[in-house]
């Protein structure tokens, strides 16, 4: 009987504790973990909206870069602090890229989520005097000249050349993907060794603005303020949405108290004018889900994500 008295105490002392120690989160600084190098748009995204939902919880949230493996390096390291909300990550696909090309043992379930925060179109460009004035035309001349448009992405197996298996796939015609490096996608274009270039569009705004490049679409849902008359792919007659998302996630296991409370604080931050309008020149929108939701998100584009990288010979788990 003693022993079922104290077992009873312990339990009823947990209960009363846990939700105080959630209502009083935080009590120190919060770290966020940018999977990408400083100066990077990942990471100046991340410093901003840290320092606006450090105000929003009374404490700072300090930005560490750590690079490596496409962000395995970061996510592991997240991983393996405590889950108790004060090690969170900046999240994207990344988590599914990493994981299915086998950079890591971790995939998004081993996160959750706390809110998807914003979101990044690919741009699809071609040189200013280039032959095709739309992206109807360049369909077109994909379709009768199979393999003779070659188009420059990122990196094999990044998230641009996701992007593009995925319009050749929608329009049914036959691509030569040529990876690069971010910078090398763009000037080959305007060298005249590729005839398109698939980029985020903060990496081609300089060249956009310079008038050597004429971006034809953008792979979001809708336009992009930055660059207002550039259809979507949709607008275009190509049934196609992806957008490099990102968000804040925390190991599986964080009180829900304390993802309620970092949720709020981000939300609030994503959702300010002041955000809004950095996003908007870094070439990023706000579009945002609450942590539920986004946990679904994410479940959903590791399925489409995973089918690409399978089609294109990369994926390893």
Do not use: C
Not at 110 to 120: H, I, K, P, Q, Y
Not at 224 to 229: Q, T
């Amino acid at each position: 009987m003693r022993v079922m008295r104290n077992l009873v105490a312990i339990a009823l002392i947990l209960l009363l504790v846990t939700p105080v120690a959630a209502a009083e989160f935080p009590t120190k600084p919060v770290e966020l973990t940018v999977l990408f190098g400083a100066g990077s748009a990942a990471d100046l995204l991340a410093r901003k909206l840290a320092d606006l939902a450090g105000k929003e919880l009374g404490q700072p949230v300090a930005v560490v870069n750590r690079t490596g493996a496409g962000g395995a390096v970061g996510y592991s390291y997240v991983k393996g602090q405590a889950a108790d909300g004060y090690a969170l990550v900046w999240n994207s696909n990344s988590i599914s890229t990493a994981f299915h090309a086998g950079n890591m043992k971790l995939d998004y379930t081993a996160f959750a989520g706390v809110a998807a925060l914003t979101s990044e179109p690919v741009s699809l460009a071609v040189k200013i005097d280039a032959p095709f004035k739309d992206l109807r035309e360049l369909i077109a001349f994909a379709k009768a000249k199979p393999g003779e448009v070659r188009i420059g992405n990122s990196g094999r197996g990044s998230f641009t050349h996701l992007v593009a298996v995925a319009f050749e796939n929608r329009i049914g015609a036959k691509l030569t993907h040529v990876p690069f490096g971010r910078e090398l996608a763009v000037t080959t274009v305007l060298g005249d060794k590729i005839e398109a270039s698939v980029q985020l569009p903060a990496e081609i705004m300089t060249q956009v603005t310079g008038k050597q490049v004429r971006v034809l679409a953008v792979s979001g849902e809708r336009r992009l303020p930055s660059l207002p008359d550039v259809p979507t792919f949709k607008e275009s007659g190509v049934d196609l949405s992806m957008s490099l998302w990102r968000g804040i996630a925390v190991p599986k296991g964080t009180p829900d108290e304390v993802i309620g409370r970092l949720e709020r604080a981000f939300l609030h931050a994503a959702e300010s004018p002041d955000f809004r309008d950095f996003a908007t020149k870094m070439g990023a929108g706000v579009e945002v889900r609450r942590a539920r939701d986004f946990d679904r998100f994410m479940a959903s584009d590791d399925r489409e994500i995973s089918s690409l990288m399978e089609q294109i010979g990369l994926r390893k788990q």
